[in-house]
């Protein structure tokens, strides 16, 4: 689990923000729904059932980013054993970070956080996917070392497609 004393600072001259990253709990399901809806349009961010399937994976790592008792962004994450082999892949399931609270290091602070998890739980790859035409997001993981590695056709609603993108650990 994530030191409950790391933190993230705002940068470019905005307020500063401490927030405290810690495991999952179910009473913050609705808030970490709120937050997912809150990030993506209907048809991309997750319904009631999809999340709380993603959540009770019992390979699932789930940190949310807390500061003043309020949920700022959370991460799911997951490791799963890769075919033919001994080893772990990760994969992260989505990465949310309140509107107000982005490009202040929280984004960054909950994916290294997972990583480490994920490289701790045997993982020595992980992948995501991200939509083509998220070019925040694809800035945000291309500057934390993920390239592309294949296109995924219609992966998205109204046939929007999707990058797969991985790194190794």
């Not at 209907?42 to 709380?52: L, N, P, Q, V």
């Not at 996917?129 to 800035?139: I, K, Q, S």
């Amino acid at each position: 689990m994530a030191s409950a004393k790391t933190a993230a600072r705002r940068r470019a001259g905005r307020s500063k923000l401490v927030a405290a990253l810690r495991n999952y709990r179910p009473g913050d399901f609705n808030r970490l729904l709120e937050i997912d809806r809150a990030c993506f349009r209907e048809g991309i961010a997750y319904d009631e059932d999809e999340m709380r399937f993603y959540l009770r994976m019992p390979s699932t790592t789930t940190l949310v980013a807390v500061e003043s008792g309020a949920i700022l962004g959370f991460i799911i994450a997951h490791s799963l054993h890769r075919r033919r082999s001994s080893r772990f892949m990760g994969r992260i399931i989505t990465i949310d970070v309140v509107p107000e609270g982005q490009h202040g290091g929280l984004g960054t602070l909950l994916l290294t956080s997972a990583e480490k998890e994920l490289k701790q739980a045997g993982c020595d790859h992980v992948v995501l996917e991200v939509a083509v035409d998220n070019e925040p997001a694809l800035r945000f993981y291309k500057k934390h070392g993920y390239s592309v590695l294949k296109v995924l056709p219609n992966y998205y609603i109204d046939s929007v497609d999707g990058l797969m993108m991985g790194k190794r650990l």
